[in-house]
């Protein structure tokens, strides 16, 4: 049966993805039966094809010459600039150009370019991310997640997103921008602005909008000119000292690329880290292997971003003709990459919707793939790998006691509280 107009329109949907189930039950229909799947939108957008297969997704993303994640051809969402201007209180003209919100010209961060240009942008920030950046950043993440984690001790149940899940990833982010400590809460909060421009409790009202990014406008820019002043080793010199073409990057990209690590380092990471331990609470089983024998943990730390999937899609913008599995794909035509459906490919593996922390198996499609393959991947890796193994060594029946809260939006899977209960291991 083809799956129906309705579920394909579905998927443009925020509140579709408000639970997993619908879903999923319509990946798994387009996996069996139309793996590229032309969908209308609900909006008077032009419709998109649906990519659902691993090696589809890992094809196309192979591609970025054919497939575009420029801005200019629309960038990675799938709603137009206007549609989210729309939703998120702004005015077209102030999403296409953030510029509108403070004084600069419009900018465009790596994520959202093709290479050449692509190539020189990351190159810049790469060391911030290499192997070695991080074993020497180790200690530090566990010393700070064995803080977090003793923080809560004191008490047997907490609202786990708000204590646990969020405060790792913006402490050290905090820690690779080089700022005090006590300035993370503000990047978590211009972070969950930024994108949850779908949910109603989030972008309250345009003033609200506004006035939020004006000051993370300003505060970035403050950055810049401390570290041209004072430049260090962190992330914030490496991108103000950004060269393209042998000119300074400008101050709209590094404005771009300021927001683009401040959404990409702690949304993902912290939703892995509070749906990784959901995931463990509904999997008592699973919990209790991690719990007997730790050594599995970084198979589990796989299993856990498979399973949650933190990006949900990409998008991508067909630069020429292409031809997929028989099906004409046309210049122009926009392509979301489903990467929650292909991390449940059953060609990929066995029982794909069994959360199993000992599987063996490929490597998911949470991070991306190719030439946009995510700069974080180690970083998010440790976070989370320091995270369980702290936590099950002290809280080893953590588990979650009542209703968890989601975002609406069908592009992160993001937990917004989560209420858990424990008892200190004796
Ligand atoms: C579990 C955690 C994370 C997940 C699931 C995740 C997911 C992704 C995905 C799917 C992409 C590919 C985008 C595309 O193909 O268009 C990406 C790119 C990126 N991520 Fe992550 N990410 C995570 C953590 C992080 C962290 C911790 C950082 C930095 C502190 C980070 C920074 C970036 C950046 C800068 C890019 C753009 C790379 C490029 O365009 O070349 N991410 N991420």
Redesign the pocket.
């Known amino acids: 049966m083809p799956v129906s107009q309705e579920d394909r329109i579905a998927l443009s949907e925020a509140e579709t993805f408000q639970d997993h189930d619908r879903p999923h039950a319509i990946f798994s229909q387009f996996r069996a039966e139309e793996p590229v799947a032309w969908c209308e939108e609900p909006w008077d957008g032009p419709g998109f094809w649906s990519i659902t297969k691993y090696d589809d997704i890992q094809e196309i ?1 192979k591609l970025p010459k054919v497939f575009s ?1 420029d801005a200019k051809h629309g960038g ?1 969402t799938l709603p137009s600039p206007a549609m989210i201007a729309k939703r998120s209180h702004l005015t077209r003209k102030e999403v296409e150009s953030p510029s509108e919100l403070s004084q600069f010209e419009g900018g465009r961060s ?2 959202s370019m093709d290479p050449p240009e ?1 190539v020189q942008h ?1 190159r810049m ?1 790469a060391p911030g ?1 290499t192997p070695h950046t991080l074993d020497s950043l180790a200690p530090r993440i566990r010393e700070r997640a064995s803080a977090i984690l003793d923080s809560i001790k004191d008490q047997n149940s907490c609202e786990f997103v708000a204590s646990v899940a969020a405060e790792l ?1 913006i402490q050290m ?1 905090a820690e ?1 921008f080089n700022l005090p400590q006590e300035d993370r809460h503000k990047l978590f909060k211009w972070s969950n602005l930024i994108i949850g421009g779908d949910d109603p409790d989030v972008t309250i009202s345009r003033e609200h909008v506004m006035a939020a990014f004006m000051e993370l406008g300003g505060y970035a820019m403050q950055l810049y000119q401390d570290r041209q002043k004072n430049p260090g080793n962190d992330l914030i010199t490496m991108l103000v000292n950004t060269e393209v073409d042998g000119e300074p990057m400008n101050v709209a990209d590094y404005l771009s690329a300021f927001v ?2 401040v959404v ?2 702690n949304e ?2 912290r939703n ?1 880290i509070s749906g990784g331990t959901l995931a463990l609470s509904q999997h008592p089983a699973e919990r209790q292997k991690l719990v007997d024998d730790p050594s599995l943990i970084p198979k589990a730390v796989d299993e856990i ?1 498979r399973w949650v999937h ?2 949900i899609y ?1 998008r991508r913008t067909a630069l020429e003709d292409y031809e997929l599995r028989g099906v004409k794909i046309k210049t122009g035509d926009k392509l979301a990459l489903w ?1 929650m459906s292909g991390n449940r490919d059953e060609e990929k593996w066995d029982d794909p919707f069994t959360f199993n922390v000992s599987r063996d198996g490929p490597r998911h499609l ?3 793939y190719g ?7 180690r ?2 890796e440790l976070q ?1 790998s320091v995270v369980l193994e702290e936590m099950l060594a002290r809280y080893p029946d953590i588990h979650v006691t009542g209703e968890v809260t989601r975002m609406r939006t069908n592009f992160l899977n993001s937990i917004k509280t989560m209420p858990v209960s424990y008892s200190a291991s004796t």
Request: hydrophobic share 55%.
């Open positions: 993303s994640s990675i790596m994520i692509h990351r920030v991310f990833p982010l690779l683009l690590l990409a380092g993902t990471t892995s971003i933190p990006v990409m990467y949470s991070f991306g030439q946009h393959l995510c700069i974080g991947w970083l998010a989370l």
